[in-house]
């Protein structure tokens, strides 16, 4: 509709005003249409002019790409009689017609001023006060003419100006609504401009009417119930014209008969009529009475009342029209004389054959037969009731003849007219239409479906059984899925071969051939074909199943339970069966198109030659539902969500759209319960309201928030849900209360408001219902989802009762409060009352709807109470949505897999899965990991600064704060990320739950690292301190060498060129010069580890055969990974046979695990013990072994206690010897480290060759400054060296953790990677290790990942990182001798302070520390400088060819980094399949462990009870089953169900193991590749229950890791 339009229509009228009747509007209201055109002149034409919630349309009636538009509007903030202004009025009617509010022609005008106001001031008289003055005054007085006359537009003009202005879409809208207002409609439109005559048939194709014939026969009435489209309906039609001028109105007339409550015809005495009209003369409206079958009813069948507006006689084209395809013609004329102008008319008339009623103005003698068919009736003297019933008898008494019948489809074939439906596009549209439904004629309705679309018949249907039936297995779980996944593959292949049926190639060619335009014609067209074919056979099913349904009552009703009344059900099943088969309408095509695409897409077929390509069907799928088109979400008849089609329906609509933001409005209620029309009538949608065939699952639909009130929203759509009613009356024979919690839980869960529609005030009839929803609110709130909802009351007889009202509430609130008690009972819940649920005010979230008949139906109008309501409603949701962010169109489609998953399973709570929430927790995690990388890297580097000033002696005590200050910085722009990162994302409304519990890690773990800092470099301080004896001996020791080595060099100074006889000289006096340095001090003796451990055993009571048995054999390094510890026990009892059948049965099962628990527990806490002792302070002790073994043997013998066994001697043995083992490699380097920080000898001999050097260099004759510098080159190497090297690990730390993808996302991302890298080598043994060990594994993968990448595949980038840090040093130490140079050069200081100020500028760099009393004379520093220069340069070159090996004899190693940054998370096994928690956090409480895959139970071991059967179902597929499990050892007898395995003890209560039927292919290959390794590990057999299904060992070893990819 274009706003130009409307101008130039205002044009015209105003033309009219000033020409015809220049007295009939005043000059005000002249002025007021032309600041209205001046008005709509100034507004942007790109601005759309009709504000309302319907479907917009441009000039040129093409569509484009809009869908229903939700906009602000003049009407939209209240809907009661307020005075519009007159620009407002078209708005205002529309608006109100669109909420099916009839008052919308009643729209009182309010002016600009107050000469112009609708209600004109009373003129004052002041007359003298005489005898005779109040009579003179009452005669003579007069109001000028002026102030009288009325000032505002007709309503009726209204309305055709908008039918003018409107594309042929909105007309059909426009005309549709007028229908259900009972308001008459346009038939014949004169056309302004050409005058040509147009029937507006196409408007009319929309409009179905329902009504009952009586029919009497053998003296009683037979009623015939009747649904068709009102363009196909033969019916009598009777004609009214007016002859000339009267002041009689017709149209009120007309009324009488039609409705005597109702203004059908609009009428020159109803509210807001002027005097002057200017879009009605000439006008042909129409309107049909519809019977109820009831005795008071006018007439007996349907009958067409037909009104020419205005002088039938200066309207000769549509007067003979209409007369010629007329029933009857009732003609009002003043009188009856032959010099009337009108008497030729009404000869002609008489003459012929047609009926003729003849209303005569002046006449007074009543009612006469002039002859057969031709009556007379006067109208002077009679009251308009004995005229109407007069005109009902008459009209009567003619239709229960022979005459002759109308049907408005004939309109087309008449000559001089023009229809609507011959517009180009139109006919293109029906044409295709045609071409499509051609190819139904002539066939049985209830048989189309299974002949033209046979996917979504029994295929789909037993499809979707199969399907459900994958998630309730029972016995042979794997086997028994893999038989039903062959069969959905099978039915997914017959429907593929079923594909191709001439119905649908048509549909899709026209789909894809047509413009948009075309498009909506050929759409519209196809479903009023569609609805043609099917009419009559609907009607008679839904009469006999009336009928059937009425006999079933009344022998309910006598209380027989006889074989009759099963009977009679039956047959009413099987009608209620045809009823759904001949229910045919476009939406089973769609569905069609659905199973078509899942069809190939599950197969993943290429369109063949001949058949339409199935890819695209989205895409045009997509197409229609951003045009307006309502899309299935649920297919209803099989109670099944299309999960693959509908993804790809979305994805496409994104694809389009963009990611748009929707609010998800759903609705919910009993069946018939007036959902749709509320939806149709609040947001212009175009829901099917019939009620043979209402919605059936469940419909979406897109309705656009327009721009001008999109800022008040925080989406760009609504997108509303509309539901299939429960409890449906044709589902009574197979629906259950299942079905319904599905369909509720469902919708419930996509909402973020949900509408609970209610029909009546009864809480009672509301039961079943409020149960329904109640549990489905409680299910949302356990897993995380928070809809709001809001409660309509429909039907309510006194809404304005307040009191009754707040009653209701009061009823409702008790009823809900009940039904959460029942649902919390039912669900497990400790829950009081509804608002424990979901946030509920019941004052404010609780509506009263008026009933939506204004009288009885078929023929009441809407009551204007229900449109009042609506816009209330509508008012009430736009309000909550606006306080509402919405969600993206993504995450919709996310949710509606996550919910139809779940609700897949028998326990929705435990089996909903947020996919979108674990997506966003991932990326979560992947950030988190970038914050503690962020905060640990500073940490290390100050951490490096710390050490080497402690080393240096300028640092001997840390404080925590001192620490914290350090951290400080770089902890403020974590936190400030941390914040942004929650406040500006995408995913904000889903991250806020997580907000807190990562900002206290985060600070958890910040505090963690400073002080975990802080011990390490107590414990530096405390090393330090320990070795300060061997310190203090160190300068003394270098001193006396360094003067040994000047003295010796004096001696031999004649020998200097003899490099041979220097160095036996020099290791002549070495060792001489050591022994007198030392002398008194006792030196620190190596660990006898083996001897020790002997000893400690014998100590304990074992045998030393049985010592050096175990320790020869080596069988006690792998106890930890022996699958079958039945070797190690023995039972307590003496009936062999027993022990025998016992081993081989209940322990086999409970107590393998049992035991490696106990290895697993004994392991960690031995050697957290062992890391306890001061080994690197004070040295080895054995007694550490001791307390260990003593430990080890009270929890072994603990653990037998409580055992009906116990555990052999080897047992023990191995286990000690084992954790000895474990402990040795540590036990080993801290007694090293100890040794070389505080053995005197061995430090000495480390500074042989260095004295050697400047031994050579004072025999050479070398100054003190070249034996000083290169005394000080040779100390900066070795901790450069150091240096160099740790600062490498880091960065190479930091360079792999962010490029390296095992390294560089989450905790799921590095198991994924390891889980490849283990494949690719195909190693058993590493697989058991992470199935035992899954942290020990993961270490050995990030140890060899990090040498791979170091040494072999980016050696050139490591090295170029060890090439920076060595260029650092230099420079460093080039800038430090510079700066203590000159510093000591100006303050002409001496020796001491050029090594104090160089001390100190590398104080936080470089260990360094020398004593210079033997270097004294030294006061040439810049010659000192020159000399260390030329040091460094070697220094350099030495460093430059240093191998990255030499990483690993330093504090800081990159794997090691790394295996603390990424080993920091949950290593908590699955109780069934030992599948590792995926969650980067250690400690995630109260977040449960979780897993994306699980794996067969074989992996763990699990087996069949008393039997050697490996088991190898899926627990996630298990905890769907209906099958049980023994959980604990100590309760042999004790049997837990899959379903309740939370209640089986700590192990399983936090786990969370959602049903799925879906396996990763890696777990299913390794247990096929390792299927022997497994047999002989656990000692048991893959057969019986646990034989490996055929289908599994087709997966390859590509396939298995590409599955990863999955995870």
Known sequence: MDEKEIVALLE??????????????SELLCKEMKEQKEHLDQKSHKEEWMDFSVFQQDKTGDPGPAVEELEESAADTEVKDQDTCEKDLADTFLQRLMMLDYRGRYIPVRQDSAAGSYSTPVPVFNTPETDDSDLYALLSTCVDSHQSKQTHVHPMDVQMAVFHCSDSFFKQNMITKLSQCQYALPMLVPDLVTEDIDCPLWTFRQIRKTWKITQIRDNSNIVTMKNMPICKAETAMVLFLRLGSLSLSKSQLMNTLINERHNTFFHRNCPGSTKSRYLMDGVAEIAWYCPAGKLNDAFTDCVAFCNLHGDALLFEKQRDILIEKSSVCVVLVPTLEKSQSSAGVISALFKSQKPLIILIADDDRGTSQLKEGKYKIGLKDSSQSSISDELKGIIRNILSGPHASFQLETMAEVSGIRVDENDKLCQKGKSAAMKTVHLLSGMDVSKIKDKFLPCQGQLWHKWCIINKELHHLKGHIEKEKCEKQQKLIKIRQDQCSASCSQLMKSFIESLSSLSSTEKEYFLKWTQILIDALSTDDLCLILQKYDEKWSEVLALKKKHNKSDQLQSKQRELDQISTKLQAATFGLEHIFREMGQIYEAHASLKNQPKLGQTDWSRYPALAAELMISGQPMELMDGDAGHVPVTWISSLLSEVIQKLGDKRIFVLSVLGVQSSGKSTM????????????????TKGAFMQLVRVSEEIKKDFKFDYILVVDTEGLRALELAGNTTLHRDNELATFVIGLGNMTLINIFGENPAEMQD????????????????????????HQNVTDVAAAEKNMDGKRRLQEKLDKMALLAAKE????????????????QNDVKYFAQLWEGSPPMAPPNPGYSESIQELKNFILSKASQSPGITLSQFKSKIQDLWNALMNEHFVFSFKNTLEIAVYRKLEVQ?????????????????????????????????????????????????????????DNNK??????????EIKIKEFHDELVRGMKRKLDEVIQQRSARKKLEDKKTEFENKLLQKSKELAHQLKDKAEDEEELEKQFNSVWNSWVTELIAGTKPIENIEYEEDQTAILQELGFEWSLIVESRSSGSYKNISAVGDYSCYVLCNTENTTKMKDYIWGYFQSGEQQLIRSLIDEVEKQSLDTIKTKPVVTRGYRSAYLQEVANNVKEKVTEFESKQKYTLKKTFLVDLLLYIFDRAGGWLSESHKKFQMNNDSRSYIESKKIQHYDIFKSFCKGSS?????????????????VEVVCNKTAIDLAGKMRCSFPAFNGNRLDLEKNMLKSLAEKEDFDGFYTYIRHPRRQVETFIKETAQNYIFKENKDEALSILKENIDHIKKLVGQALFAATEKTKTKRGGIDMWIQEFSSLLKDELTFAICCQNFSDINNFDFLKEEMVKGLVSITEEMSRISLNKMKEFRMKPDEILIEQLCKCCWVKCPFCAAVCTNTMDDHSPD?????FHRPDAVKGWHFHNTKELSIDFCTTSVASDRSFYPDSEHPEKLVRYKQYRTAGPRYANWRITPDESKLKYWIWFVCRFQEQLEDHYNLRFQGRGEIPTEWREVSKDDAIKSLDEM
């Open 1264 to 1280: 003190s400054a070249v034996v000083l510098g290169k005394l000080i080159c040779e100390k900066l190497k070795s901790s450069a």
């Open 928 to 984: 988190y990991g970038n914050w503690t990388w962020a905060l640990r890297s500073n940490m290390l580097t100050i951490e490096n600064q710390l050490y080497t000033r402690i080393e240096n002696g300028k640092l001997d005590k840390v404080e925590l704060s001192d620490i914290f200050q350090e951290m400080n910085k770089t902890y403020g722009e974590i936190k400030k990320e941390i914040a942004t990162y929650f406040d500006e």
């Open 989 to 998: 409304e889903i991250l806020v739950q997580w907000r807190g519990q990562f």
């Open 12 to 25: 015209k009228i105003d033309v009219m005003v000033s020409e015809n009747d220049p007295h009939g509007y």
């Open 1488 to 1492: 449960d462990h979780s897993v994306p």
């Open 679 to 694: 939806l149709n009538a609040m947001f212009g949608l175009q829901f099917a309201v019939s009620a043979g065939r209402c």
């Open 827 to 842: 669900e497990g819940c400790d829950l009081e009352c509804f608002s424990d649920i979901i946030a509920f005010d019941v």
């Open 769 to 792: 219902v409020l149960q329904i929803v109640v549990q489905a609110f409680m299910r949302m709130k356990r897993v995380k989802l928070s809809p709001s909802c809001v409660f309509v």
